[in-house]
């Protein structure tokens, strides 16, 4: 049973309202849309005292030895005179902690605007484009933003544009440009609000909203979740997903939304919050920007090392860390994190073999580590509609499937899942 813990909503994001286009249906062409709006609007919060979470020990040392995991190409815009060029600097340190956290062989690349916003407006950043993937390690049918996308299908996206993220920061806040995490009690830390931003660039976004009766979560053009959408769950277990508990959008899933009872079951974040399923951001009433896309702010206070993805920031405050529980979900959501894998579990794609395949009407499925562990087996169509779901016992790390010989012939994706680590992986497989 997970304990109750109220939320303290105070300020957030205005996060993402899309428009774009869905290709073709044909069985590679991947949806996509186009991000018009940022994804998420930070805002300015009023100093509560002193709090430093600084960086880790370990991405400094690969700072200094300017070997970093992945390539960040950032264009700034309107960082100019004497200001422009701090800001600059304090914006490519927040850079360098990314680019030292994730992997990716492909460049990740930033637009960076420096330049007026609205009234206690921080900053704004998003991914221009999402996409969905065929690729074995992906889910069916899930929108991935264009960076991780990229990663995922190790290929650029030049075909749908060439920027991954777009950021802009205000110039006319009382920024602390420094990146030692001694922010002045009068003075926002910029460090920490691009690499805040520059997280919801790569993948911490979702489309749910409500309209204080209505919630929907999926992306309404296409009924298509994001891969931040996945592990979402009540505190009852169950998961945001499952039409037939919540039909999206519903005034039952606008409750969901809304509850104060809302967990992302990542199995890696799981594993680093030491076993507590990671509470999400979810008040009621619905607070546009904060709400669902954020963890939350009264589990993850300032002073806790996984406070950089909370609704809030205020001035004083300078975390220069994602946290482990944050990148445990982007390495659930597909990145690689630098360093190597925050798991030790063994249950990996490239440790489990399907055959044959193609195949008729049997699956043989054979796990590396010989465990006799419990599994659910889901199987998918094309279109993400789960045709086939079994809880299966591995005898020394072997699991058979049988009777599929109903099945059309077809394209199918293998997720299996560990009923006691919660990891799963996803395969594909063809029926013939």
């Known amino acids: 049973m997970k304990n109750f813990i109220k939320p303290l909503a105070i300020i957030g994001a205005l996060c993402f309202s899309v428009s774009g286009f869905a290709q073709g ?109 065929n690729h074995p390690d992906a889910m069916p049918n899930v929108f991935y933003p264009v960076a991780l ?110 509850s104060s009872n809302l967990f992302n079951n990542s199995p890696i974040s799981v594993d680093q919050n030491n076993g507590v399923v990671p509470r999400m951001f979810a008040p009621s009433p619905w607070d546009q920007g904060s709400s669902y896309s954020h963890w939350d702010e009264s589990t993850f206070p300032n002073s806790n090392p996984n406070s950089l993805m909370t609704p809030q920031v205020g001035s004083g405050v300078a975390i220069h860390n994602p946290g482990p529980i944050s990148l445990g979900l982007f390495e659930d959501m597909g990145w690689s994190i630098c360093g190597g894998s925050l798991t030790v579990d063994e249950f990996t794609v490239d440790t489990v073999e399907i055959s044959p395949n193609p195949f008729t009407s049997s699956l043989a499925i054979k796990l590396s580590n010989a ?26 790390g072997n699991i058979s499937l049988s009777n599929l010989d109903k099945l059309g012939d077809a394209l199918y994706f293998v997720k299996i899942t560990n009923d006691f680590s919660g990891s799963s992986i996803t395969k594909k497989v063809i029926k013939n």
């Open 25 to 133: 249906e044909t069985e590679f062409v991947p949806k996509v849309k186009n991000v018009t709006t940022p994804a998420c609007v930070l805002y300015a919060k009023d100093y509560e005292g002193p709090s430093s979470m600084l960086t880790s020990p370990e991405v400094l040392d690969r700072m200094a030895s300017g070997t970093a995991c992945t390539n960040f190409i950032v264009n700034y815009i309107g960082f100019t005179g004497p200001e422009g060029a701090q800001a600059m600097a304090a914006f490519q340190y927040a850079v360098d902690i990314w680019a030292n956290s994730i992997e990716s062989n492909q460049p990740i690349r930033i637009n960076a605007n420096f330049e007026a916003l609205g009234p206690g407006v921080l900053g704004q950043a998003g991914p221009t484009t999402v996409l969905t993937s």
């Open 149 to 258: 996308w990229e990663k995922i299908e190790d290929q650029d996206s030049s075909g749908f544009g060439s920027i991954d993220i777009n950021a802009t920061f205000s110039s006319s806040f009382n920024w602390y440009y420094g990146t030692d995490g001694m922010t002045p009690p009068s003075q926002f830390d910029f460090v920490t609000v691009v690499l805040h931003e520059l997280g919801h660039g790569l993948g911490f976004v979702s489309f749910a909203t409500t309209d204080g009766t209505t919630g929907r979560l999926r992306e309404p053009n296409n009924m298509i979740p994001t891969i931040y959408d996945i592990n979402v769950e009540n505190g009852m277990g169950q998961s945001l997903l499952n039409t037939g508990l919540f039909t999206d959008p519903s005034a039952a899933m606008h409750s969901q939304l809304t």
């Open 371 to 396: 465990n006799n562990d419990d599994y659910t087996i889901d199987l998918f169509d094309i279109n993400g509609r789960v045709v086939m779901s079994e809880s299966l016992s591995a005898t020394n």
